[in-house]
């Protein structure tokens, strides 16, 4: 059923190096539900990789695992050749959500300021590095705006220029377009792959939009449901940079096909009874 | 795109104005069908209809008791009743905001210490709850024997009023904050301190204020009603109960007092309304005003 698995050799140049993961929620007193299970996944420096599946299959959940903002069950995590908690406190995350999540009091400069704030750096050296970090989103020009002053995809930029202001070493984005309007969301892509070509920055994408996936990532994992668990690891051979064209050229197509018939195999569009029943036995074996 | 507080601010005060004006031509017009005589210079007019309420007595005219304004305060004194209610007000208003910034930072303090430890709060709550239905009546006289000085007994009720609705707003308000807003302060690794500081805090400004507007008038209250067992002459406190006593010979410095309370408690209010709106210009929606 998965058709990579086991864990992947070590490699030196490795950010995220995940082994063995299991997720389980302690739903009420006494229910359990398997949020993930057997996860195994390594992502190079400089990867872009996307964690598509079905709602439920733990894409989410398996972001904030990296991201240390909740814990496994068992298994281990390591960001930077440490464990995820060490690395949330050498502050090595950039993290962007759905929503943009600014702080209405404060203007876009002092939004992307705070972070900078937090780890005590100097206030010309925090000016700099906000000047710097909101002309690579192209939003120079709104630095004494305050949220409200500005447009959806205009707030999730400076909310990526926040998740950027520390250099992370790694930048998590949890379907950071999915409140978005289609042609918002197609402008806003092109941004974030220039923007990673540009800083270099390894990028974890959560999104359930198969073309996004595609487009943007060196890798797509794909993830089924009950319990979540990786089901394949797509690789997306497209030449960079990737533009307009991109998403008309054949081999995209392929992939963005290949893409679909994994989640369809793995229950992600539709799914089969049997492959359910059978993931139900798989979750109960594993709490027990 | 958000309200502008500004626009739209003189038809407001035109509705505010407008309807007072009814409420004091509606007074008068109750004491035209139903009051006492009237009399004028060589003209009288007998209402026809007996209410009890428009007597002069317990309704005097309106222009009475702002005659009585102008008058002295008492016969022969320099000072009119205008002058000794200004006087009277700014001192009770002194008290009334000892009390209230003192209220105001306690209960600021006591809901940040209930927001980070579940179990102050549960112990705590309930007490804080109770001790809001103890009459201020009662309380009152039995602040002012255990303090020795009088001033510091009515700043202590003033306090006592303000703290409450401080406390409880304020436990919303720094519990506001999107979940999301404190993993993003997680994911930078930020000290529980600069998550009370630089997100709770400012993200339960608005809750702050609400409580700051209703403890505004609560704290005018408290101190005025904390005069009468502490003896305090100089307050609208001590004015009411001496103007109580003299109500039959002179109602109207009653009335006088009462709208100069009133008067006092709307300064008030709209002063912390004015700093809300400077301190959450940039938020995008400014809450009205009550």
Avoid at chain 1, 168 to 189: K, Q, S, V
Avoid at chain 2, 28 to 49: A, H, M, N
Avoid at chain 2, 137 to 144: F, K, Y
Wanted: glycine residues 10%.
């Amino acid at each position: 059923m998965r058709h990579e698995e086991g864990p992947l050799t070590g490699s030196p140049a490795a950010v995220v190096r995940i082994v063995g993961v299991d997720k389980q929620f302690v739903t009420d007193r006494r229910a359990v539900t398997t949020a993930l299970s057997g996860i195994d996944l390594e992502i190079g420096r400089g990867e872009f990789v996307s964690l598509i599946g079905p709602s439920g299959c733990g894409k989410s959940t398996l972001l904030r695992l990296i991201g240390d903002l909740t814990s496994p069950t068992s298994g281990s995590i390591e960001v930077n050749g440490k464990p995820a908690h060490n690395a949330r406190l050498g502050r090595e995350y950039g993290m962007v959500f759905q929503a943009p999540v600014l702080f209405d009091w404060r203007s876009v400069e002092e939004n992307v300021r705070l972070p900078l704030e937090l780890l005590g750096m100097s206030r010309s050296e925090r000016e700099a590095r906000a000047h710097e970090m909101l002309a690579l989103v192209e939003l120079g020009d709104f630095a004494g705006h305050h949220p409200y002053q500005l447009s959806g995809g205009m707030q999730q930029r400076v909310a990526i220029a926040r998740a950027l202001a520390l250099q992370p070493a790694i930048l998590l984005m949890d379907e950071p377009f999915g409140a978005l309007d289609e042609m918002t969301r197609e402008r806003m892509n092109s941004e974030v792959l220039r923007i990673w070509q540009q800083t270099g920055t390894t990028i974890v994408f959560v999104t359930h939009s198969i073309p996004e996936a595609v487009f943007l990532s060196t890798r797509v994992v794909v993830m089924s449901a009950r319990p979540g668990r990786i089901t394949r690891l797509v690789d997306v051979p497209l030449p960079h940079p990737r533009n307009e064209e991109t998403r008309e050229d054949p081999r995209y197509f392929r992939v963005v096909t290949e893409v679909r018939e994994a989640l369809r195999a793995g229950g992600g569009l539709g799914g089969e009874p049997q492959m359910a029943s059978e993931e139900r036995v798989a979750a109960e074996g594993g709490i027990g | 795109m958000p309200r502008s507080p500004e626009r739209g601010w003189p038809r407001r005060v035109g509705i505010f104005l407008a309807f007072g004006l009814l409420v004091l031509v509606a007074w008068e017009g109750v004491k035209v069908i139903g009051g006492d005589p009237w009399r004028g210079e060589g003209w009288t007019w007998e209402p026809p209809l007996e209410i009890w309420f428009a007597s002069d007595l317990l309704l005097p005219h309106v222009w009475d008791v702002f005659g009585a304004l102008a008058a002295p305060v008492q016969r022969g004194s320099d000072e009119s009743l205008a002058q000794f209610l200004v006087g009277a007000a700014l001192y009770t208003w002194r008290e009334a905001a000892i009390g209230f910034v003192a209220g105001a930072v306690i209960g600021i303090g006591l809901a940040a210490a209930f927001v980070h430890s579940g179990l102050l709060e549960r112990a705590f709550v309930p007490y804080v709850i109770a001790s809001q239905t103890i009459p201020i009546v009662a309380l009152a006289p039995m602040i002012a024997f255990a303090v020795d000085d009088p001033l510091v007994a009515v700043v202590i009720i003033a306090t006592f009023l303000t703290f409450f609705p401080v406390t409880i707003s304020m436990i919303r308000g720094l519990r506001s904050p999107d979940p999301r807003a404190l993993e993003l302060m997680r994911s930078f690794a930020a000290s529980r301190r600069s998550i009370f500081w630089k997100l709770r805090m400012p993200a339960s400004l608005p809750y702050l204020f609400t409580a700051l507007k209703v403890a505004a008038t609560a704290s005018i209250v408290g101190a005025i009603v904390g005069e009468g067992p502490g003896q305090i002459r100089d307050g609208l406190g001590r004015a009411i109960i001496n103007f109580n006593n003299q109500y039959i010979s002179g109602p109207e410095k009653l009335w006088a007092t009462i709208i100069a309370c009133a008067l006092l408690g709307i300064i008030f209010f709209g002063l912390i309304r004015l700093a809300e709106l400077v301190a959450l210009r940039d938020r995008g929606a400014v809450p009205d005003a009550a």
